[in-house]
C-alpha cells in the first residue's frame, strides 16, 4: 500500500540521540509544530490543547528543572543514569511542552452537562492527537523526537518559570533536534491479536 499519510507515519520514531541542529530555521520550527497543533482534532471542536515551543537555553532550563525535581526522589547511588538521561534530552535543539487548558474543559462540561464526564478523557485524546501530529511533522522534515512524561513532577516550576495559566496542566514533554544515531526498526505483534474485520 501507498499512501503519503502512512509514509509519514512510518517515519514517526522515538529518537534518544538528539542534536541541537535543525534542518529548518527556528522559525519554521515553530511554525510547524503550531500548525500541526492547529490541526489536530478535538472533540466539539474544543482546541484545548496548548503548546509551549522552547529552544536553545529555555529548552535546557526545563530540563534543569526536571532533574533538580528527580534529584529530591531518586537515590543518590542511582541519579548518575538518570542525569544521563535527562541530559540526552536537553541535548536537543528544543521541547515542546503540551497542556491542556481546563478551563475549555470546564466550559464544555458546563454547557453539555449530559456528557460532563466525558469531556476530561475527551480532552486527553485531544492532547494525544497533537502529540502525534507534531511528532510526525517533525519527523516528515528530518527532525528527530521523542515523547515523555515526567509531569506531574516539573509542573509548578514550569508554570511559574514561563509564567503559564493556572487552568493549563501538562500532558507530556517532546525533545526533539538532529538525529545524531540512526533509528531501530520498529517490531509489530502478530495482526490476528490486533484486529478484527467483519462484512
Do not use: C
Not at 492547529?38 to 532550563?61: C, D, E, H, K, T
Request: charge should be negative.
Amino acid at each position: 500500500m501507498s499512501n503519503p499519510f502512512i509514509e509519514a507515519s512510518r517515519r514517526r520514531r522515538t529518537q534518544y540521540a538528539l542534536g541541537d541542529r535543525l534542518p529548518l530555521s527556528q522559525d519554521e520550527t515553530a511554525e510547524l509544530i503550531k500548525e500541526a497543533v492547529r490541526l489536530s482534532p478535538s472533540s466539539f471542536n474544543s482546541q484545548s490543547s496548548r503548546a509551549v515551543i522552547l529552544f536553545g537555553a529555555q529548552s535546557r532550563r526545563f530540563w534543569e528543572i526536571v532533574k533538580d525535581a528527580l534529584r529530591a526522589i531518586v537515590p543518590a547511588e542511582s541519579f548518575a543514569a538518570t542525569e544521563q538521561k535527562i541530559d540526552g534530552f536537553a541535548a536537543g535543539a528544543g521541547t515542546v511542552l503540551f497542556y491542556e487548558d481546563q478551563d475549555v474543559v470546564k466550559g464544555l462540561q458546563a454547557q453539555f452537562p449530559l456528557y460532563a464526564d466525558n469531556f476530561p478523557v475527551w480532552s486527553e485524546h485531544a492532547s494525544a492527537m497533537a502529540q502525534f501530529s507534531v511528532w510526525t511533522a517533525l519527523a516528515n522534515a528530518g527532525i528527530g523526537a521523542s515523547l515523555q512524561h515526567y509531569n506531574p513532577l516539573p509542573d509548578a516550576a514550569a508554570a511559574a518559570e514561563w509564567s503559564l495559566p493556572a487552568s493549563w496542566t501538562l500532558r507530556a514533554q517532546m525533545p526533539f533536534g538532529s538525529n545524531e544515531a540512526p533509528i531501530g526498526d520498529k517490531t509489530f505483534i502478530d495482526d490476528a491479536e490486533r484486529f478484527r474485520v467483519f462484512g
